[in-house]
């Protein structure tokens, strides 16, 4: 029984990670951003950031690295706009 809740467990990491992400996220360095960048809309350090998500300067699809330099606060339209910007691009 515990090794099918491992293979469980695993497979649930692996299809939690976009499809087109060469790097796998580092929650760890989303959580050191926030730390560092308060949310623009709120000024938190902390939760969600309404209107705003957490964007990668170089895309992880495009071998960007999961980094807090490559890391910005981003409206979400402007975001969704750079995502088909993108895909378009690579």
């Known amino acids: ?3 099918k809740g491992l293979i469980n467990i695993i497979l649930l990491m692996t299809f939690s990670l976009p499809l087109e ?12 951003f926030k730390l560092d960048n308060p ?4 000024g938190r350090y902390k939760g969600s950031c309404e209107g705003y998500t957490i964007d990668h300067i170089n ?3 495009c071998d960007g690295l999961d980094t ?3 890391m910005q606060w981003q ?3 402007d975001a969704k706009a750079k995502d088909k910007w993108e895909r378009k691009g690579y």
Do not use: V
Request: glycine residues 0%; hydrophobic residues 30%.
């Open 1 to 3: 029984m515990r090794s």
């Open 21 to 32: 992400a060469k790097q796998p996220r580092s929650y760890r360095a989303i959580k050191q």
């Open 39 to 42: 949310c623009p809309a709120t």
């Open 59 to 61: 895309p992880l699809s």
């Open 68 to 70: 807090l330099k490559n």
């Open 75 to 77: 409206t979400i339209s």
